[in-house]
């Protein structure tokens, strides 16, 4: 059964600083890998999905890598501002369309 | 393009009352899903449609939980009788197809209180 772990459950920083979201999981046997951000009392936005035979997705401030032998995706966004803060959610996706998820890093970027 | 649709965006019922929740796909869709989300958890899968037939239902507590999606078109989730640990938001997403390099859109969600 497959698990995805994010740490840290939460972060907080300053504007303008780099950060790196993890996100781990078991089962390396996947198709992709889609990072998600969800505002309170909102759906989910899909920011970056990456295929398993690729190692990095990039979109403006953010670039997701993934090492599918070990397990393991970061999304990294520079220069956060204030309009960041949210709840990143990655979610790892196997055969027949089933993903998992995993229960989210809490973002706070003060001003 | 519209998006996936739902409604209602909020609910509060009683236990062992019951509950349904409707989701409209983005157009041409043809593959829907239905997620529950405990607050502080992410988005666990309950019912994953290909046009009207169901590819996963094995994480709907089908003593109390159905879904079905008439037409291959608009779904409903409806849950009776409702317990507490029901209170959660209920997702709905779709893809283009069931392929799994497809992405997800999601909905803004139904939010469920059962007092």
């Known amino acids: 059964k497959q698990e995805v772990t994010q740490i840290p459950a939460a972060l907080s920083v300053p504007e303008g600083e780099n950060l790196v979201l993890n996100c781990s999981f078991t089962?390396?046997?996947?198709?992709?890998l889609q990072w998600f951000r969800q505002d309170p009392g909102k759906g989910l936005t899909s920011l970056l999905l990456i295929q398993s035979s690729q190692r990095e997705q990039t979109s403006g401030r953010l670039n997701a890598s993934l090492d599918k032998s070990s397990g393991r995706s970061t999304l990294y966004i520079a220069a956060s501002q204030p309009g960041d803060s949210a709840t990143y959610l990655c979610a790892v996706r196997a055969n027949a369309g089933k993903s998992t998820f995993g229960d989210g890093t809490t973002l706070t970027v003060k001003p | 393009e519209a998006g996936v649709a739902q409604s209602p965006r909020y609910k509060i019922i009683e236990k062992r009352q019951s509950v349904a929740f409707w989701c409209n796909p983005i157009s041409g869709h043809a593959t829907l899903y239905w997620y529950q989300q405990i607050l502080g958890q992410g988005p666990k899968l309950l019912i994953q449609?290909?046009?009207?037939?169901?590819?996963?239902d094995s994480q709907l507590p089908k003593d109390r939980f159905s879904a079905e999606r008439l037409k291959g078109v608009d779904s409903t989730l409806k849950i009776q009788p409702a317990k507490l640990e029901d209170s959660a938001v209920y997702l709905c997403?779709?893809?283009?197809?069931?392929?799994?390099?497809?992405?997800?859109?999601f909905g803004p969600g139904t939010r469920l209180l059962v007092l």
């Open positions: 089962d390396s046997a996947i198709y992709n």
């Open positions: 449609f290909q046009n009207n037939g169901v590819v996963d």
């Open positions: 997403a779709s893809s283009l197809t069931h392929i799994s390099q497809e992405t997800q859109y």
